[in-house]
Each structure stands twice: as C-alpha cells, then as structure tokens.
C-alpha cells in the first residue's frame, strides 16, 4: 500500500513522501496513529494544502523536545528491584518501569519514547536511548540496584555483580595425599 507520510518515521522516510508498506502495518499502526494518508489523488491535494501547517507543527514539536532534550541528556534514575547473589534479576526492568522512575524524578516521558531492545535482566548501571521526537534522540542512565546503598555504590562506578568465590570443597589431589600419609608416618 502507498502511503504519504505527515512526519518522519525511522528507517521509512521524511515528511511528504510517497512510501510503499506493507498493508498491516499502515492500516493497523500508519493510519490509525495519524502518522500518514493513503496516497490517493484526493489525499495528495489535501497533503499538499496543508503541508505548511504540518511543517510548522513538526518544527514547533521539534523545538519543544529539544527544550527536554537539554534537561534530560546524561540524567540518571535508580530503580530498586529484587535480584539474586549473581545480580540476575527476579523478573526484568521495562520501559514502563523506567518512564514511571523518570516521571517520580520530574520528568515527562511515556513509554513509547523509551528504546529498549530487550527487557534490562540484570542489576547494574545501563544507558538507555530516549527518543522525544522522530529528529531528537536523547540517552539516559538507568541504575539498577538491591539497595540503596548499592545504587550509590554502583554510581561510583563499583562492580556488584562479580563476587568473590572460594571453593566450597576441598579438591582431591593424590599426590598430596600420600606425602601427607608420608609425613604422618614418620612422625
């Protein structure tokens, strides 16, 4: 399906182009969302009446994220869950629970800004692409901790999931052991 897109969509194209895409992805997300028209005639002419405004609007959003985009570069949040010795987490962070952290901290984002590849499994510090406009992408510091204090502590730069192990039992070495059975009957 042709479509004429009315903003900037990654790796898509830039506003006012005519794109071919797959049928469900423009009638269950391109359409629905606003983010483009059928390209028909009629559409053409409307698009092309209103491409002023359009601009306009993007540019002014444009400017708007990159006012949040200045606050929010190099922030960091902590979120406390539940992990294991290992630092493997009970469960995983998501970009719910990171948007929810930022909105405690004074900030506007909702999920959808959020990139995450993967759900975050593991304690420790990750940084986070934030996308506040289609041409305003930001990255953010997530620390991810038991504690508290272990949150400080990974902020100074501490590595909590690499522990140190000693064996739990003693290992068998035959040599030994008969110079110690040596030794005993000597003795």
Known sequence: MDVILLERIAKLGQMGE??????GFAR???LP?????RATDANRQRFESERVQLEARNLELKNEASVVAEKLDGQSVSIIRQAGETGQLYGSVS??????????AGFSLNRQQITLNTPIKTIGVHT???SLHPEVDVT??????RSKEEAERQAQGEDLTQREQAPRFETFNPEEDEAEGAAEENA
Not at 18 to 23: F, W
Not at 33 to 37: D, E, I, R, T, V
């Open 18 to 23: 005519i794109v071919r895409v797959r049928d």
């Open 28 to 30: 269950n997300f391109l």
């Open 33 to 37: 969302s606003g983010k483009a028209l």
């Open 95 to 104: 970009t719910r629970d990171i948007a929810e952290a930022f909105t405690t």
């Open 128 to 130: 986070v692409p934030v």
């Open 140 to 145: 953010v510091t997530v620390n991810i901790a």
